[in-house]
């Protein structure tokens, strides 16, 4: 677990909310791997879920695709940073999860189950 130097709310949009499926832990407990139809996807894909204790303590989950926008390099073990980005492996992208231009989807655990809120 990281702390972040700063910390922006979740700039992903979704009309309706996703229900996130074949959720599984990672050897950080921290990082969650799993399957979703993100918006203006036509089927669903890996995706990881990223998980931060904020200041007072509240934890927030964040939900972006494992692959690079970039060329779609995996990104599930790449580490996130206290920029609040992941950087891809294979060039050093960095990746907003918790950073300013980020398109991260805010994502709550409701009965055990993941879900991509509306927003």
């Known amino acids: 677990m990281i702390t ?8 992903g949009r979704t009309e309706q ?5 074949d959720v599984k832990p990672t050897e950080r407990p921290d ?3 799993a399957m979703a139809k993100l918006p ?6 890996p995706v990881v ?20 926008p970039h060329q ?3 990104i599930s073990r790449d580490t996130l940073k206290a920029d609040g ?9 960095p990746i907003c999860i918790f950073s300013e231009y980020n ?5 709550v655990k409701r009965a055990g189950k993941f879900v991509i809120v509306k927003s």
Request: hydrophobic share 35%; glycine share 6%; charged share 20%.
């Open 31 to 33: 990082v969650f791997l």
């Open 40 to 45: 203006y996807a036509s089927v669903e894909k």
């Open 17 to 21: 909310e996703i229900d996130v499926m």
């Open 49 to 68: 879920i990223y998980r931060q204790t904020l200041a007072d303590g509240e934890i927030e989950y964040r939900t972006v695709s494992a692959r690079c």
């Open 103 to 107: 398109h991260a989807y805010l994502t």
């Open 85 to 93: 980005n992941v950087y891809c492996s294979l060039h050093g992208r």
């Open 4 to 11: 972040l130097n700063k910390y922006y709310p979740a700039g």
């Open 72 to 74: 779609g390099a995996d």
